[in-house]
């Protein structure tokens, strides 16, 4: 085996400390890193016993927002009524042949699709 994990996925956003305050504080992912950066700051979060991070990255202005980011949660109606509370738009849940999704966009464009597991 080549490679044998997905350490990290960048995360165009256009401001760190909002982004952390929709992925720390709606999404409850804890910080994993907050360090001084040449452009801005190396400021990775992550589900809370997850491998892989997000880094949360301000100095790629002309990075297209990610797309279908998927992520997995144990019930999703939890999450659909935290994510609306906090004026997140959501499509779902809903019952699709291959389970339970939710599709929602962080504040940035970045999309996610959340899995029932």
Do not use: K
């Not at 044998?4 to 400390?17: C, G, H, N, Y």
């Not at 991070?53 to 939890?78: K, N, Q």
């Not at 009524?81 to 906090?86: D, G, K, P, S, Y």
């Amino acid at each position: 085996m080549l490679i044998s994990l997905i350490q990290t996925v960048t995360v165009p956003v256009a401001d760190q400390e909002g982004a952390l305050e929709f992925y720390g504080g709606v999404l409850g992912f804890e910080t994993r890193t907050d360090n001084p950066f040449p452009m801005g700051r190396w400021l990775t979060v992550a589900p809370e016993g997850a491998e892989t991070t997000l880094l949360l990255a301000s100095w790629f202005p002309e990075m297209a927002p990610v797309g279908g980011l998927v992520v997995a949660a144990p019930d999703l109606d939890p999450l659909a009524a935290r994510l609306r509370e906090n004026g997140v738009a959501c499509d779902g849940p809903s019952d699709q042949p291959w389970g339970r999704q939710l599709l929602f966009h962080d504040p940035y464009g970045n999309g996610f699709v959340a899995v029932q597991a």
